[in-house]
């Protein structure tokens, strides 16, 4: 006689400036869909963030500048860290597919090297997996050469090896800023939608990108089935950047290649207007859903 196997439990990863709060729409509509998911706030990140007073209107540039923020000296090995201790948690209760989106990917491809037990299936929304070079390095190689350089730095703030992390005023008025800001992230969407993305961003993010030792491991990350989520309209992440990473992935690990799947969106539509996304996502929890 089978044995029902648990619903999967959906552990979504934010990207940078982002946290779990992002994660709502998507997980209302895989709530309706009849999947359980929890939305990681990576540390000093979510309540665990640094709003300072000189954020507040009307703002204080200087203070802003000079404030201290509770991310700095937070790593990716605390990310990863943090990350892990939830999926042990959430495989108690079933598989796990872990979802990772823009920078978060770098923190589910630490846990995946340490710890694919607890990892049914790895999704890759747009982020990034290094496996031939750090990510500072490819930001030096064609695929990126396109990306505006400016749609944070017009909007940045402070002496990041002072300050000791990455601050960005998302709360300007700076009319230069903003349509960077927009064009890099949500170039199809509107402005009211933009603006309300930018207001659950959080000013500070911390400098650790990882090294060569974080790159995807094939002994480890390569065991586990992944998928890599395509967004077709992503001027911050281009899509020849995406597919280098999907083919330098499937060199690793040749027997165990990415299931590739593509979304109509720029990197963020696909949070904005969650449904196509969550529709993709039950299909995953179909293939490691079943009996035994």
């Not at 990510?135 to 090896?161: F, I, K, N, Q, T």
């Not at 300007?172 to 199809?188: E, I, R, V, W």
């Amino acid at each position: 006689m089978s044995r029902q196997i648990p619903q999967p439990t959906f552990v979504l990863v934010h990207g940078a400036f982002a946290n779990s709060f992002s994660m709502a729409p998507l997980q209302a509509e895989l709530g309706l869909l009849g999947h359980r998911s929890v939305a990681v706030d990576l540390p000093g990140h979510g309540f665990g963030a640094t709003y300072t007073r000189a954020y507040q209107a009307p703002q204080d540039a200087e203070g802003l500048a000079s404030a201290p923020g509770s991310i700095k000296g937070v790593t990716l090995a605390d990310n990863a860290a943090h990350l892990i201790g939830i999926l042990e948690r959430a495989k108690r209760n079933g598989p796990v597919i872990l979802v990772a989106h823009s920078r978060g990917g770098l923190t589910a491809t630490v846990a995946a090297n340490a710890r694919p037990d607890l990892i049914d299936r790895i999704v890759y929304v747009a982020a990034w997996c290094p496996v031939d070079l750090d990510v500072a390095a490819y930001y030096a190689e064609p695929e990126m050469a396109g990306v505006d350089a400016a749609s944070l730095a017009l909007a940045m703030v402070g002496d990041p090896a002072e300050l000791g992390l990455l601050r960005v005023n998302f709360r300007t008025a700076d009319p230069d800023a903003l349509a960077a800001l927009k064009a890099a992230f949500l170039a199809d969407g509107t402005d009211e939608e933009f603006l309300t993305f930018l207001s659950t961003f959080q000013p500070d993010e911390n400098l650790d990108a990882g090294t060569s030792d974080d790159r995807a491991r094939a002994a480890t990350w390569g065991r586990v089935p992944k998928t890599f989520v395509r967004l077709s309209g992503d001027a911050s992440m281009p899509l020849a950047m995406q597919d280098r990473l999907i083919r330098e992935g499937d060199r690793l690990t040749p027997d165990n290649p990415y299931d590739v799947r593509t979304l109509e969106s720029s990197h963020l539509k696909w949070l904005v207007d969650p449904a196509p996304a969550a529709r993709v996502l039950g299909e995953l929890a179909g293939l490691v859903h079943g009996t035994d």
